[in-house]
Structure formats: structure tokens, C-alpha cells
């Protein structure tokens, strides 16, 4: 370093793994660090950074003069479609995307020992998927790698119960017996390649989680006192999305579902959406777009098909509806065929309910904003969140059985389940505890609130003052 700069005390870089639900993570932690005058740097290929500031909502990353972009280069990869009509729905589509970011590992080094360079101390939060590619980072004196988990503690340590052997559980840990077995949730191709990386010598520093203690401070204990996420300590950091939405993005369609909101009552929509990488077969949806209708309650319902690897390249299947659906469902509801800003519209005060598959970023989101939930798992870590939202929390019903994830789920189930939600006294109970977590939630990221103290002392580690 030449004489005349000025070391950076601390520099940070994410590296997120090229999913929806994990490169809109990482961005949202971006955003909390950089309100701190920290520079951060995120790293992925152009066409997932594209992707992460296209979608990202709740705040405009342009704005944010701390966060540098870096797209590194990738081979080509295959960019098939999804097929709504696969046994399981893990989006088996994805995985020539997942598995190109391997070949990041010489460009990350060279581009962390650059930034090294010129920083006092220098911390990569990695996704919990990608360890290979950053493994060389530790050789690099001044730099320390710290692991993210894009999922929830009670997901983890469920993970790690089970493949520990399952020893015996504390009392408060006991409804870890009911969470499924992972059978259905991930091909075997995309776990070959965790296991092989799980393999790889221990090197992390610590454990991040998008979560907080308010909502799950007795898993992450757990966690902290099995040590069984790896070396260092953990940090329960989250929620990393804003926890009030302020700016409203201009583009056509989301103005048209918050000005449609703005007309409801208090409480009185339920969101319809299962997120990035799910395809409902034709059959599904029919069955979902009657059981709607039949339950009498308003609704936003995103109907879009599951993410490609690169979202920018190929065809896009469109559903299709039963006959004259949206004409007869017209003055209440609405119909979203692309890209929804979910966290405004759970965010608004007519919203009163959301159907999810359960992805772990529409989990939090909705604990965020104070929504309860109608829980339909999807693959991944979606039917274990699921057990989180709705028997530990107890801010959710649930929509369709796991065990019977391989049926379509019949119009009167779905039905039911919102009506449960949206229409009864449990429900205003399940609305009542939702709207307590929220705002315990919302409380938390204030000024001396458990996640302002968690970050304060992930800041205070990584720059070796604590």
C-alpha cells in the first residue's frame, strides 16, 4: 500500500449463492452494514447481480454509496426451465447455476487479497453452500471467513440433530421430533455436492443467521452450545429486510397491487405467492384458483413460473386459469403475473394473511410485518420452517400434509385453510400472537434492541475490538 492511503479499518465481502432467496439476503445485509459506514462488496456473476438489485425491495441499493458490486466471471452454464410437473419441486433447474459458482474460487482469493490489501482487517460472509469457494481465504493474514445460513436456527439444528444421530433432546428442544424427514426435499445431485464441501476442512470464524433472538433466541443457544455449525461464535443478526417500508418502487405493476391494497379494510387480504422457485403443475393451480373463489375472502395472488438459472434468457410459461376466472373473482382479487414487492404488500395494513410455501426470506419477511401464515411446503427447508411457523411460533395454519406432498392438493383444502385463517376465531388469535411477534421483532432492530446488540458485537469481532 502506497504511503500517502489511508488503510480502511474494516472491509467486508458477501458472497451469496446464486438463488433468489439467497442473493436478496445477503443484499439486505449489505444494506445494514453499510448504514454503518462500512464498505461492503458483493460478489457474484452479472447476470444474479442484475438479478439482486432488479428484485431487491424496501430500499434502493443504487442509493447506498457503500456497497460495491464486483461480477466476476462465469462459465456458461445450462439454463433449462422448470417443470411443474416434477415429482418433487426442488428446483432441480437451478443446479448447473448453483454448481458454476464453484469455478469462483481463484477469482474471489484474488479479489479479497486485493482489497486486503489496503484494509486493516477484511471479513467474507460466505453462503453456508459455498465453503469450496472461499476456502483459500484464511491463508490471507488480515482476512477471516464468517458463514451464512439463509435459513432459520430451528432449520439448522433440526439438520444437525439428525446428523449427530439423533441424541436426546432438552425438554425445550423437544419439538424437534416432529419436524419430516428430509425425504423429497433435495435431489440427489444437489446433495452430493453439500456433502462433498461439508467434507472439507473447518476453517469459518463464526455463524451468521437471518434471524432473530426474539423469534428463535433458544435454537440459536442451542446451536451455540452444540458448536455445531462450526468454529467461532454465532450472531443472530436479523431480520436483514426492512421492518418498515418506506420507499415504493415506480414500476407499473407494483403500484398497481399497493393502490389496489389501499381500497381493502384492515386485515382483510391474504397474499397468494410460493415464491422464486416453485411450479404448481396446471392442475395445482386450478385447484388453488377454486378454492379461492370458494372461500369468499380477498386475495392478491402471484402467479408466476419458477426462476430460471439466468432469469433474463429463455421462455416464461404462463399458467393458465380456469375459464372467465378473473372476470368472476374481479372485485377481490387480483391477479400478479411477474415480479411482486411481497414486502410492501405483507407490509401494508389490509393484509391480513399469506399463503407460502415457507421459504425461509417469506418467513421472515412476514414475521417482520406481523402476518400470520397458511403454511404449503414446498422442498428445502420449507416443511421444517413450516413446523416453526405454525406448532413453535404458533403464528400459521397449515394449507396441504407433507406426507402427501406428491397429491394435488384438493380446492377444499385450500379453501378451508384460508377460511381458518381469514375467517375465524382462531385465526384472530393466530393474528393477535403474529402482530405481538412483529412487533417484539420490529423493537429489536432499534436503537439497543437484542439485533442492533448482535450486530454491535459481530462488528466488534471481526475488527478485534471486542
Known sequence: MAANQEEIPLTIVMVPLPAQGHLNQLLHLCRLIAARDIPVHYVAGEAHIRQARTRVHGWNPSSAASIYFHDLPTPTFSNPPPNPNATTKFPAQLIPSLTSVMHLRQPVFELVRRLAASTRRLAVVYDSSLPYVVQDVPTIPNAEAYCFHSIAAFSVYSFSWEYRGKPALKKEASIIELVPSDDGCFPP????????????????????????????????????????????????????????????????????????????????????????????????????????????????????????????????????????????????????????????????EATGGFLTHCGWNSCIESISMGVPVVAWPMHSDQPRNAVLMTKVLGIGVEAAEWAHRDRVTPSGAVESAVKRLMASEEGEEIRRRAAELGDAVRKSVLQGGVSVKEMDSFIAHITKSE
Open 189 to 348: 445431485e444437489f446433495t452430493e455436492v453439500m456433502q462433498f464441501q461439508h467434507n472439507l476442512p473447518k476453517f469459518s470464524s463464526g455463524d451468521i443467521y437471518n434471524t432473530s433472538r426474539v423469534i428463535e433466541g433458544s435454537y440459536v443457544d442451542l446451536l451455540a452450545d452444540e458448536k455445531s455449525t462450526g468454529t467461532g461464535k454465532i450472531w443472530a443478526v436479523g431480520p436483514f429486510n426492512p421492518v418498515s417500508v418506506s420507499e415504493r418502487m415506480q414500476s407499473e405493476e407494483k403500484e398497481a397491487s399497493l393502490k389496489w391494497l389501499d381500497k381493502q379494510s384492515l386485515n382483510s387480504v391474504i397474499l397468494v405467492s410460493f415464491g422464486s422457485t416453485c411450479s404448481l403443475s396446471d392442475e395445482q393451480i386450478s385447484e388453488i384458483a377454486v378454492g379461492l373463489e370458494k372461500s369468499g375472502q380477498k386475495f392478491i395472488w402471484v402467479i408466476r413460473e419458477a426462476d430460471r438459472g439466468n432469469i433474463f434468457e429463455g421462455d416464461v410459461r404462463r399458467a393458465p386459469l380456469p375459464e372467465m376466472y378473473e372476470e368472476r373473482v374481479r372485485e377481490r382479487g387480483l391477479i400478479l403475473r411477474d415480479w411482486a414487492p411481497q414486502l410492501e404488500i405483507l407490509g401494508h
